[in-house]
C-alpha cells in the first residue's frame, strides 16, 4: 500500500495518500459520506449535514468514548470532492474515474509539522480498513484487533524521516 507524502499544501504542512479502487466513483463516494460505510474504516462515528458551510460531527470512538468534536464542512460536491474541518486540521477527498474504477486522494492539513508521522500512521490503518471494506471483506474499524499495527507503520515513517514529536495517546 503507498505510503503518504508530507506536502505543502496553501502554506501548511500536509500529508497526502492516494490509493486506486476497482469500484466506481460513487461506491468511493458513499464510503467517504455515508455513516455506515464510514463505520467500516473511521475512527470516529460520523454525522454531516451534506451541504457547504453543514456541520460535521465526530463521536464515539471506541479508544476515546468521551471524545466529541465537529467541524464545518467547506467542499461539498458530489460525487468527486469533499472537505471539512476536523479540529486545527482540514480533511480534503477527491475522487477521479480511471478506466477500470477510481482514484482517491486524501490530503490532510495538519494543525502542526511534528504531527505527520502520528497522523500518516493512523491513515495509513485506517486506509487499510477502507481497502478491505470496499473489497467486501470484513472491515472492523481502525480501532480492531483485526487492522493493521498504527505503531508499526508510525515507526516506519519516523525511521523515513516524517516530522514526528507530536502527543501520541498512551494506548497507540
Given at each position: 500500500?503507498?505510503?503518504?507524502?508530507?506536502?505543502?499544501?496553501?502554506?501548511?504542512?500536509?500529508?497526502r495518500f492516494r490509493r486506486e479502487f476497482a469500484q466506481p466513483v460513487e461506491r468511493v463516494w458513499n464510503a467517504i459520506t455515508m455513516p455506515d460505510d464510514l463505520a467500516?474504516?473511521?475512527?470516529?462515528?460520523?454525522?454531516m449535514e451534506p451541504r457547504v458551510g453543514g456541520t460535521v460531527e465526530f463521536y464515539d470512538d471506541p479508544k476515546q468514548?468521551?471524545?466529541?468534536?465537529?467541524g464545518k464542512i467547506l467542499i461539498y460536491q458530489?460525487?468527486?470532492?469533499?472537505a471539512y474541518s476536523w479540529q486545527a486540521s482540514e480533511l480534503h477527498f477527491t475522487i477521479e474515474a480511471t478506466g477500470d474504477?477510481?482514484?482517491?486522494?486524501?490530503?490532510?492539513?495538519?494543525?502542526?509539522?511534528?504531527?505527520?508521522?502520528r497522523n500518516a500512521a493512523g491513515w495509513m490503518v485506517c486506509l487499510s480498513e477502507l481497502t478491505k471494506h470496499l473489497a467486501g471483506q470484513k472491515a472492523e474499524g481502525p480501532h480492531s484487533d483485526s487492522a493493521e499495527s498504527w505503531r508499526k507503520h508510525y515507526d516506519e515513517y519516523v525511521a523515513a524521516g516524517m516530522p514526528s514529536g507530536a502527543w501520541i495517546p498512551s494506548d497507540a
Open positions: 500500500m503507498e505510503r503518504g507524502t508530507l506536502i505543502d499544501h496553501d502554506g501548511r504542512p500536509a500529508i467500516a474504516w473511521f475512527p470516529f462515528k460520523v454525522r468514548p468521551e471524545f466529541q468534536t465537529s458530489p460525487p468527486t470532492r469533499l474504477g477510481c482514484v482517491l486522494t486524501l490530503i490532510e492539513l495538519l494543525e502542526a509539522r511534528d504531527a505527520a508521522a
